[in-house]
C-alpha cells in the first residue's frame, strides 16, 4: 500500500516493464534468498491485544479508516518520514523491496523531498477487532525537482493491529504503481466499502483455536502454490479467489472481482512458476490474515533456472464453510540481478529495468516511463539472464504449467 507510496518515495527505481514478466505469470516478487534453503515460514497470532469489538464492526472499520486518513494527514504536514514513526507499530514491515524492519528503515533516513497523500476505499475489521486492514489510491509528487516534477499514482495495501489502548498501528504496507483511479474509486470523500465479515466467527464454527487458524492459513497458502506450479496461475487463482477480490500489479489498473481477475490473468501466457510463503499472520478470531513470500517465474526448458523473482503479498478472509479465500493480491517483480534476503536492510537498492525490458502482451506501457528515484540509480545490469541460483525450496522447480 503506502509501502509502494514510500518505496516510491525512498527507494524508487522498479518500473512496470520488468514486473511485466511476473504479472504475466500471476506472480510476485521474491522475499528470500533465490540460493539455498528457505527458513520455515512464521505463523503468528495478532491478539487479543485489545478488548473483542463484538458486533460493532461498523465502528471498528470507520475508526480504521479514520486512523487511516489520520496517518495520511500528518505524512502532508509533517511529511513522510514523521507520519510514518508515528503510525508504524514496533515490530512492521516494509518491504524495500524484500522485507525489512519498518521502523528502523525510516528512521535511519531524512524524509524525502516528495509529497505523499492517500485515502482508503475499502476496509475490513476482523471479528476479534485485533486485526484489519485498508486500501485506496495514492498520489506522490516530487516536491525537489523543479518545475517539471513528475506525479506518480497506485494502490497501497496496510495491515493494522490494534493496540491494547485500543489505537490502530501499520504492522505490513505496500503498494502498486498504477494508472490514476477511476470510477468509484476516483471520488475524493467517497463512500468506503467493506468487506463480508460479520459480528462473529465464521458460520457454523465456534471461536477458532491460533495454531489451527495458523495452520489453516499456511495451508490455503501452500494449496495454491502447489495448484499454480502444477496446474497453471490462472486456474489456481480462481479456485481461491472471493468474489470481491482486489488484484494489484505494476503498470496496470487495479482488478477489481473474480471476473475482472480472470480476464487478467486470461490475457496473459502460462508460465512455469515457484512460491514459498515465509510469513503467515491471521487474527485471534482465526477469519482474517496475510500471508508474503518469495515466487519466480523459472527459465523456459531450463529446471531449477530463476528468469525473474518477485515477491507476493496477500490477505485472506475465512469462509462460512471453514475456507480461507483471496481477498486482496499484490505481486512486484524484483530486479533480476538483486536477491535479497528476508530482514535485511542494506541489501542493494533497486535498479531500473535493463533497457527494452518487454511488456505483457496486451499489457499497458509504462505510465510515464521509469518512475523517478529518492537518490542516483545504479547503472541497468547487461541485458542478460541472471545466472542460475538455486530454486525455492518447497515447490518443484520449473513444472511446466
Known sequence: MRLSRVHSAMA???????????????????????????????????????????????AARAALAEAERAFSRLSEREGVRAAFLAYLADDAVLFRPGPVPGREFIAARPSPPIELTWRPVY??????????????????????????AETRTGYYVTMWRRQADGAWKVVADLGATTPPPAGSDAAAGGEVGHGRIGGGAPAGRGRAEPESSQQALLAADRGFAGDATAHGARGAYMAVLA????????????????????????????????????????ASSGDLGYTYGRTAVMAP?????????????????????????????????????????????????????????????????????????????????????????????????????
Request: glycine fraction near 16%.
Open 123 to 148: 476496509v475490513e475489521v476482523a471479528a476479534s477487532g485485533d486485526l484489519g486492514y485498508t486500501t485506496g489510491p495514492y498520489v506522490l509528487r516530487d516536491t525537489g525537482a523543479g518545475p517539471g
Open 301 to 401: 526448458g531450463k529446471p531449477g533456472r530463476i528468469r525473474q523473482g518477485g515477491l507476493y503479498f496477500r490477505i485472506w478472509e475465512r469462509q462460512g464453510d471453514g475456507s480461507f479465500k483471496i481477498v486482496v493480491d499484490l505481486v512486484k517483480a524484483l530486479p533480476p540481478s538483486l536477491p535479497v534476503a528476508p530482514g535485511r536492510p542494506e541489501a542493494a537498492p533497486a535498479r531500473e529495468p535493463p533497457p527494452g525490458a518487454p511488456v505483457p502482451p496486451g499489457g499497458p506501457p509504462p505510465p510515464g516511463g521509469p518512475p523517478p528515484a529518492a537518490r542516483p540509480l545504479a547503472p541497468p545490469p547487461p541485458p542478460a539472464e541472471p545466472p542460475p541460483p538455486g530454486a525455492p525450496s518447497g515447490l518443484p522447480a520449473g513444472a511446466a504449467v
Open 12 to 58: 524508487m527505481g522498479l518500473a512496470a516493464a520488468t514486473a511485466g514478466w511476473l504479472t504475466a505469470a500471476g506472480v510476485a516478487g521474491a522475499v528470500g534468498e533465490q540460493e539455498g534453503p528457505a527458513s520455515p515460514p512464521a505463523a503468528r497470532v495478532a491478539g487479543p491485544t485489545a478488548p473483542a469489538v463484538g458486533g460493532d464492526l461498523a
Open 243 to 282: 468474489d470481491e477480490a482486489r488484484f494489484y500489479r505494476d503498470g496496470a489498473p487495479p482488478a477489481v472481482g473474480r471476473e475482472a481477475v480472470g480476464r487478467l490473468l486470461a490475457a496473459y501466457p502460462q508460465r512455469a512458476t515457484s512460491w514459498e510463503p515465509t510469513m503467515a499472520v491471521v
